[in-house]
């Protein structure tokens, strides 16, 4: 019989089941994992969301520009907290206008209809060298012709909002409410606002004739153009984030998978660009551009690590090869197509002729079938055991014995020059009766050139022996001819027949 194909590892599944089902499960979760460690790609895509979400802007510097916004009509302007700029401050003293010197409720209402250009700008606030987070929600507008837009950041931000001066015109003068003084203004009259961190401001801007968005300008520095930001998340009002852009430099994997995304983490540090912010009754989308990790209803957007490796055949058919012998492995395991037996493999052999070939022996065996499979009595029974009941019990509980015949084995004798396989109390007799009494399967092993030998030249008791086939393990072909003996012995035994008494 020639050696299994099968890699001896896989062979030996049975004598390991957990480990087969440890590696099985690492290479199981790893190629799961490997499913879930997005690659960062180059973008060029928008990102949405309606009245009931929340759109935030996350590392954006504080030297950009945040929003800056030109129109023909007004814009209305709400702030829940916000002061005048010391600039502004001093103009409206001089014009004699009661300023108040803390930050409260402000409101700037203008007249829509008026024709003329009006103006809002937002920058950070103060000078800081620390990121900044800017929210924005659409508020449900009360016509299809004008956008509600509600923002507000986690740093002080600075507003200007203004309209053109149009002299004599009916609506040109502009409310302005400080708290609770009504202030009537000429439109041409700048504002500049200072908001407090978390301090909700709220917009509404008119929507050009015939079209439902407009454009709101991401300026950043006036060097660039877009808004660079670290990260972009959509959350809905109980918190659920249905949308996450994280900036990351192309190709970049992110080892930690999409847990981090999921939760709207970004650990990347290569910002994206906002081209625009577009701007309509319903809906707020964000133009943008760059290379980023994507999430979006709870998936992934993104090629994985294992897709692209994947995508390479050579490794697809060797990962397809360890995944087939993976599973072939706890197949085995799981269905015992090895049985666990301990010391099922019994060796007797004469020391004084053929040591050094059982020793050999032994060992390539136990590569085989592992090292509980295989007993011989030199490593196996430990100092102070009773030898002949250690014997007795291996013998047992043995499915196999080998029987290993070297050139002396039959003419070995005693110091007093009897033959050892006359005498009783001969270990090697011993093993032979005790494994043809017990019906196991006796194998004869003939080694350094030895033959058979005959019926006539072994005692009685022995010479069933002679009627067995052997097998030969010669030194120049030991590995082939003792892993064709391995598969021999890992397969089950046949069934004894069973004895029947003679007839009366």
């Given at each position: 019989m020639l050696p299994s194909p099968l890699p001896r590892l896989l062979r030996r599944a049975a004598e390991h089941r957990l480990t087969a089902l440890g590696v099985f499960i690492v290479a199981a979760s790893l190629q799961l994992w490997l499913m879930n460690v997005p690659i960062a790609q180059p973008i060029a895509t928008a990102i949405a969301s309606s009245t009931r979400e929340t759109m935030t802007l996350s590392g954006l510097r504080p030297?950009?520009?945040?929003?800056?916004?030109?129109?023909?009509?007004?814009?209305?302007?709400?702030?829940?907290?916000?002061?005048?700029?010391?600039?502004?401050?001093?103009?409206?003293?001089?014009?004699?206008?009661?300023?108040?010197?803390?930050?409260?409720?402000?409101?700037?209402?203008?007249?829509?209809?008026?024709?003329?250009?009006?103006?809002?700008?937002?920058?950070?606030?103060?000078?800081?060298?620390?990121?900044?987070?800017?929210?924005?929600?659409?508020?449900?507008?009360?016509?299809?012709?004008?956008?509600?837009?509600?923002?507000?950041?986690?740093?002080?931000?600075?507003?200007?909002?203004?309209?053109?001066?149009?002299?004599?015109?009916?609506?040109?003068?502009?409310?302005?409410?400080?708290?609770?003084?009504?202030?009537?203004?000429?439109?041409?009259?700048?504002?500049?606002?200072?908001?407090?961190?978390?301090?909700?401001?709220?917009?509404?801007?008119?929507?050009?004739?015939?079209?439902e968005t407009l454009r709101l300008i991401l300026a950043g520095t006036s060097a660039?153009?877009?808004l660079p930001v670290r990260s972009i998340a959509v959350r809905e009002a109980d918190g659920h984030l249905s949308a996450f852009v994280c900036g990351a430099s192309s190709d970049r994997l992110l080892w930690q998978g999409t847990g981090p995304l999921a939760a709207g983490h970004c650990p990347?540090?290569?910002?994206?660009?906002?081209?625009?912010?577009?701007?309509?009754?319903?809906?707020?989308?964000?133009?943008?551009?760059?290379?980023?990790?994507?999430?979006?209803?709870?998936?992934?957007?993104?090629?994985?690590?294992?897709?692209?490796?994947?995508?390479?055949?050579?490794?697809?058919?060797?990962?397809?090869?360890?995944?087939?012998?993976?599973?072939?492995?706890?197949?085995?395991?799981?269905?015992?197509?090895r049985r666990k037996a301990r010391y099922r493999v019994f060796i007797s052999y004469?020391?004084?002729?053929?040591?050094?070939?059982?020793?050999?022996?032994?060992?390539?065996?136990?590569?085989?079938?592992?090292?509980?499979?295989?007993?011989?009595?030199?490593?196996?029974?430990?100092?102070?055991?009773?030898?002949?009941?250690?014997?007795?019990?291996?013998?047992?509980?043995?499915?196999?014995?080998?029987?290993?015949?070297?050139?002396g084995w039959i003419s070995a004798a005693s110091t007093a020059g009897q033959r050892r396989l006359d005498l009783p109390d001969d270990f090697v007799r011993r093993e032979i009766e005790m494994g043809l009494a017990l019906h196991k399967r006796m194998i004869p092993v003939l080694v350094g050139g030895a033959g058979m030998p005959a019926r006539d030249a072994l005692p009685e008791p022995l010479r069933a022996l002679a009627g067995l086939n052997a097998v030969t393990i010669n030194h120049a072909s030991f590995e082939r001819d003792t892993d064709a003996l391995a598969e021999i012995l890992a397969s089950k035994p046949e069934a004894a027949p069973e004895k029947r008494l003679a007839p009366p």
């Open positions: 030297e950009d520009t945040l929003l800056h916004h030109q129109t023909g009509g007004g814009i209305d302007m709400r702030f829940e907290r916000a002061k005048l700029a010391p600039v502004t401050a001093i103009l409206f003293r001089q014009l004699g206008f009661a300023v108040p010197a803390d930050a409260g409720p402000i409101s700037w209402i203008t007249n829509a209809g008026v024709a003329g250009d009006s103006i809002l700008t937002v920058t950070h606030g103060e000078a800081s060298d620390q990121p900044l987070t800017l929210r924005l929600h659409m508020d449900p507008a009360p016509t299809r012709d004008v956008a509600q837009l509600e923002f507000d950041a986690d740093a002080p931000l600075k507003v200007t909002v203004g309209t053109s001066f149009i002299d004599d015109t009916p609506g040109a003068r502009k409310s302005l409410r400080l708290g609770d003084q009504a202030l009537e203004l000429q439109g041409g009259l700048p504002l500049v606002l200072d908001v407090p961190a978390h301090a909700r401001v709220r917009t509404v801007v008119p929507l050009s004739p015939g079209r660039q153009t877009g990347g540090d290569t910002p994206l660009t906002i081209d625009a912010l577009e701007l309509g009754s319903t809906r707020m989308e964000a133009r943008l551009n760059g290379s980023a990790w994507v999430w979006r209803d709870e998936h992934s957007a993104n090629a994985t690590l294992y897709a692209r490796l994947t995508a390479n055949p050579a490794i697809a058919t060797l990962l397809t090869l360890i995944d087939a012998s993976l599973a072939g492995w706890l197949v085995l395991a799981a269905l015992s197509l004469r020391r004084d002729d053929s040591a050094g070939h059982s020793g050999r022996l032994y060992d390539r065996l136990i590569e085989n079938l592992g090292a509980e499979a295989v007993f011989i009595d030199v490593e196996k029974i430990p100092p102070g055991s009773h030898f002949e009941q250690v014997l007795a019990a291996r013998m047992r509980d043995a499915e196999s014995v080998l029987v290993i015949i070297a050139p």
